[in-house]
Structures are given as structure tokens and as C-alpha cells.
């Protein structure tokens, strides 16, 4: 596809970062990464707070459409290094910048993909929020994009650099519950939906218009499709399964050991307590098949506000030999045999914020692979899609992995990729 906007494209940083191996203790301005972070309101302010902790990482500027972010977010950093960075609100001054090596993009969905190969293209490497992709396709435009230009791609599941994650692991690659067969993972919450609200003025301050993108774009705006509300329609989010989903089905699959795109997709959804014009369900089940017969299990239940083994977030891991409870709040339960005897357990252990952060500064450093490359992102986001893509169509999908399309079915590729709104198209790499 065309590359339809101004990037200024720069050689790839990997020669001169290849070898940095400094402490961050004795970092020197000239040793420090040159950071910015776009997208500062929720999840990117705590990013902005993260990024801080790290004496050897420079925030050279901020960016975001809405001016009230770039404020806070800028007397955050004041306060902890008495400076504020250059503030900025259009992403392409950032991508413009050769002092900038890496970019953080915390962004709506609509936005994550197109903006990571973009910055790829700029010679940047990208930490981007989950789900790095907002429609299949542009998962494997990420995985080329990291492979042609050379760049390191961290995907926002933080839980793969918790101290909990790596003890879980150890156990199951011995084999503590066997082969693990099948895994489950579940989303519970009592979701609190405002009533439908009419149109009304962009707020003070908001780029509305840069902030739609590259979505479909009336002219108006809706409290109701901004801030906290957007995930909800399918041109700017991808609902509770692409929301916090992402999280649980990724631990699901990694610990199914799966590293591959399942073969057949089933899902069934319904709305209960979601009101309006919402274009999701607030529950939903799904079901992947691979091919070595192994089953993930998906159960989102945004009406609830009780969970399932104690959690609200979690993930069972079924064994030849017993399972495995696991939840990213921090906690893993072994039970063995047919008496369910416990087994080796953890809790209350690091959720793993800030250390999957450090992993892929880190990895900007030494150019080796993060925990959650762009790879292991595509495998884990194409769950979200492949699901809610069954969901919509109302019917058992069979897939095919290698060509990573359905057998046979024109209406659910039609649902792999998405129009985008000139001049925001998404570059093809290859």
C-alpha cells in the first residue's frame, strides 16, 4: 500500500546503539536513550512515570492531541528532572526528531499499528499498548515492518516480565502438570456504561480530527465515542476481548505452548447490561482449535462483579498430569492428580510494569529480542480479531495459518483489515 504522509525516513540506529552498556546509576547525558512517549493521558502518563525511574533514558518530548495531557504529563517530568520536555501535538514532529531512538505509543487502537510502522520507518523503535494491532493484518504489517528496518517492537503485556510469569514457566516447561492440553482465560468486571449523550462541541484544546485518524470521520464529535468511551466502537477500539483481553489470552497461549495461529474459531456473545449504541458484546466465549489438537478458551464477562478462582483476571492451565491457576494479579496455584493436591504456588508477587519496560530499553541497548516482540504480539492479537471476526459473522471459521486467511470464506477476510481515512494509510513494508 502507499505511504501517504511526510515521514522523514533515517538509517537504522542499530550500529550505533549496538554495544551501549552502561549503568543507569552513571549514565552521562550523551550515554542517555532519547525517549518520547505519544499518548500521555492514562496509561502513557504511568509510561511517562516508568520511563523516569531510569537515570540512562532522556524524555526529549511529549505528544498528544489533547493539550490538558501534555500539561500534566510535562509537570510530571519537571518535578522529577527540572526541566519540562518539548511539547508536542501532532506524532510527526516526534518521528521527525533524530534524537529520539524509541517511542512509546499509548494511544487508542485505531492508532497503534499505523503509528509503530511509521516510526519504524524513522529509524525509531517502539514499546506500543496492547493490542498493538486494531485488525489482523496490521499484526503482520508489524512483524514485517520489525524485520525489514531492523527495530526492536515491545508489546504492552507487561505480565511477560513478572517474577510470577518466569517461576509459572520454570514449572512447566518441567512438566510439574504434564503436557497441558488446554488453557482458559477469563475477563470478569462489572462494566459501568454512561446513557448515549448527544453530540456537542470538541472540548478546549483537543485535535479532534488528528485524534479520529485514520477511522471514519463525520465531522462531529460525541462525548460518548472520547476518552474512556471510544473502545466501545469499532473504528477507534476492539472491546472488552481487544481492552483488557489481550492480557489473559496471550498468558493463555503462552502457556498453552502454541506458537502458531489456530485453525478453527468459535465464538458466541450476547449484551447484558450494556446499553446504547455499544458495538460490543459484555459477554462473550470463544474457542480456538490448533492443529496439534491443543484448545484455548476464552470467557469475558463484563456484567459480573464476582470472577472465578478468587480472581477477576485470570488464566487455568489444564495438564496430563493436574493445572495450574494463574492470575496476572500476581498469583499462581499448582494442583496435581485426581485429589487436586496442592503443589507449588506463588502470590503477591510484581505485576511486571516497570521491568517490562526496563526489557525493552534494555533491548534497545543490546538489540536482542524483547520479551514480547512483535512476533509473539501478532500470535496474541490475532486471538482478539480471529474471535470477535467469529463473533460478528455468527459461525464455526476455519483458518489457515501459513496464509493466515479463511478457508473459503470472502465475508471474514473482508473483516482482516480495514479502510483507513487519507491521508493516514498504513505503509506495507515488503
Same mark, same amino acid.
Given at each position: 500500500?502507499?505511504?501517504?504522509? $511526510?515521514? =522523514?525516513?533515517?538509517? #537504522?540506529? !542499530? %550500529?550505533?546503539?549496538?554495544? *551501549?552498556?552502561?549503568?543507569?546509576?552513571?549514565?552521562?547525558?550523551?550515554?542517555?536513550?532519547?525517549?518520547?512517549?505519544?499518548?500521555?493521558?492514562?496509561?502513557?502518563?504511568?509510561?511517562?512515570?516508568?520511563?523516569?525511574?531510569?537515570?540512562?533514558?532522556?524524555?526529549?518530548?511529549?505528544?498528544?492531541?489533547?493539550?490538558?495531557?501534555?500539561?500534566?504529563? $510535562?509537570? =510530571?517530568?519537571?518535578? #522529577?528532572? !527540572? %526541566?519540562?520536555?518539548?511539547? *508536542?501535538?501532532?506524532?510527526?514532529?516526534?518521528?521527525?526528531?533524530?534524537?529520539?531512538?524509541?517511542?512509546?505509543?499509548?494511544?487508542?487502537?485505531?492508532?497503534?499499528?499505523?503509528?509503530?510502522?511509521?516510526?519504524?520507518?524513522?529509524?525509531?523503535?517502539?514499546?506500543?499498548?496492547?493490542?498493538?494491532?486494531?485488525?489482523?493484518?496490521?499484526?503482520?504489517?508489524?512483524?514485517?515492518?520489525?524485520?525489514?528496518? !531492523?527495530?526492536?517492537?515491545?508489546?504492552?503485556?507487561?505480565?511477560?516480565?513478572?517474577?510470577?510469569?518466569?517461576?509459572?514457566?520454570?514449572?512447566?516447561?518441567?512438566?510439574?502438570?504434564?503436557?497441558?492440553?488446554?488453557?482458559?482465560?477469563?475477563?470478569?468486571?462489572?462494566?459501568?456504561?454512561?446513557?448515549?449523550?448527544?453530540?456537542?462541541?470538541?472540548?478546549?484544546?483537543?485535535?479532534?480530527?488528528?485524534?479520529?485518524?485514520?477511522?471514519?470521520?463525520?465531522?462531529?464529535?460525541?462525548?460518548?465515542?472520547?476518552?474512556?468511551?471510544?473502545?466501545?466502537?469499532?473504528?477507534?477500539?476492539?472491546?472488552?476481548?481487544?481492552?483488557?483481553?489481550?492480557?489473559?489470552?496471550?498468558?493463555?497461549?503462552?502457556?498453552?505452548?502454541?506458537?502458531?495461529?489456530?485453525?478453527?474459531?468459535?465464538?458466541?456473545?450476547?449484551?447484558?447490561?450494556?446499553?446504547?449504541?455499544?458495538?460490543?458484546?459484555?459477554?462473550?466465549?470463544?474457542?480456538?482449535?490448533?492443529?496439534?489438537?491443543?484448545?484455548?478458551?476464552?470467557?469475558?464477562?463484563?456484567?459480573?462483579?464476582?470472577?472465578?478462582?478468587?480472581?477477576?483476571?485470570?488464566?487455568?492451565?489444564?495438564?496430563?498430569?493436574?493445572?495450574?491457576?494463574?492470575?496476572?494479579?500476581?498469583?499462581?496455584?499448582?494442583?496435581?492428580?485426581?485429589?487436586?493436591?496442592?503443589?507449588?504456588?506463588?502470590?503477591?508477587?510484581?505485576?511486571?510494569?516497570?521491568?517490562?519496560?526496563?526489557?525493552?530499553?534494555?533491548?534497545?541497548?543490546?538489540?536482542?529480542?524483547?520479551?514480547?516482540?512483535?512476533?509473539?504480539?501478532?500470535?496474541?492479537?490475532?486471538?482478539?480479531?480471529?474471535?470477535?471476526?467469529?463473533?460478528?459473522?455468527?459461525?464455526?471459521?476455519?483458518?489457515?495459518?501459513?496464509?493466515?486467511?479463511?478457508?473459503?470464506?470472502?465475508?471474514?477476510?473482508?473483516?482482516?483489515?480495514?479502510?483507513?481515512?487519507?491521508?493516514?494509510?498504513?505503509?506495507?513494508?515488503?
Amino acid at each position: 500500500m502507499k505511504r501517504s504522509i $511526510g515521514i =522523514t525516513r533515517r538509517e #537504522a540506529l !542499530g %550500529a550505533a546503539t549496538a554495544g *551501549l552498556a552502561i549503568r543507569a546509576s552513571a549514565a552521562s547525558p550523551n550515554d542517555q536513550l532519547g525517549v518520547s512517549i505519544i499518548g500521555v493521558g492514562g496509561m502513557g502518563h504511568g509510561h511517562v512515570e516508568r520511563v523516569l525511574t531510569r537515570d540512562d533514558v532522556r524524555i526529549v518530548s511529549l505528544c498528544d492531541v489533547d493539550q490538558a495531557n501534555l500539561e500534566r504529563a $510535562g509537570q =510530571t517530568v519537571n518535578r #522529577a528532572r !527540572g %526541566a519540562t520536555p518539548v511539547q *508536542l501535538g501532532d506524532f510527526r514532529r516526534v518521528l521527525e526528531d533524530d534524537s529520539v531512538d524509541a517511542v512509546i505509543i499509548a494511544t487508542p487502537h485505531h492508532w497503534h499499528a499505523l503509528m509503530a510502522v511509521l516510526a519504524m520507518q524513522a529509524g525509531k523503535d517502539v514499546y506500543v499498548e496492547k493490542p498493538a494491532s486494531h485488525v489482523f493484518r496490521e499484526g503482520r504489517l508489524l512483524v514485517d515492518a520489525a524485520k525489514k528496518y !531492523g527495530r526492536i517492537v515491545q508489546h504492552g503485556t507487561q505480565m511477560r516480565s513478572s517474577e510470577v510469569t518466569k517461576k509459572a514457566d520454570e514449572l512447566l516447561k518441567q512438566g510439574i502438570i504434564g503436557e497441558v492440553k488446554t488453557t482458559k482465560a477469563w475477563n470478569c468486571q462489572l462494566h459501568v456504561h454512561e446513557q448515549t449523550k448527544p453530540n456537542a462541541p470538541v472540548p478546549p484544546g483537543v485535535n479532534y480530527d488528528l485524534w479520529v485518524g485514520p477511522a471514519p470521520f463525520d465531522g462531529v464529535f460525541n462525548p460518548n465515542h472520547y476518552n474512556r468511551h471510544w473502545n466501545w466502537y469499532r473504528r477507534f477500539g476492539n472491546g472488552d476481548i481487544g481492552g483488557d483481553g489481550p492480557h489473559d489470552i496471550d498468558l493463555a497461549r503462552w502457556g498453552l505452548g502454541v506458537e502458531t495461529h489456530p485453525i478453527r474459531i468459535t465464538a458466541h456473545g450476547s449484551h447484558i447490561a450494556l446499553e446504547g449504541e455499544r458495538e460490543f458484546p459484555d459477554n462473550m466465549m470463544v474457542a480456538y482449535q490448533y492443529a496439534d489438537d491443543k484448545v484455548l478458551l476464552y470467557e469475558d464477562r463484563g456484567w459480573t462483579p464476582y470472577g472465578m478462582h478468587g480472581f477477576d483476571s485470570g488464566n487455568a492451565f489444564y495438564g496430563t498430569e493436574g493445572y495450574m491457576i494463574f492470575s496476572r494479579r500476581g498469583y499462581f496455584q499448582v494442583y496435581l492428580g485426581k485429589d487436586e493436591e496442592k503443589g507449588p504456588g506463588m502470590s503477591e508477587g510484581p505485576r511486571g510494569h516497570p521491568e517490562h519496560m526496563y526489557n525493552f530499553l534494555d533491548s534497545v541497548r543490546s538489540r536482542e529480542q524483547p520479551v514480547a516482540n512483535a512476533e509473539i504480539a501478532h500470535l496474541s492479537c490475532g486471538l482478539v480479531h480471529l474471535g470477535e471476526i467469529a463473533y460478528r459473522v455468527g459461525r464455526v471459521l476455519d483458518f489457515d495459518p501459513e496464509q493466515e486467511q479463511f478457508i473459503d470464506d470472502p465475508e471474514a477476510d473482508k473483516l482482516l483489515t480495514k479502510e483507513y481515512r487519507e491521508p493516514w494509510v498504513i505503509p506495507d513494508p515488503v
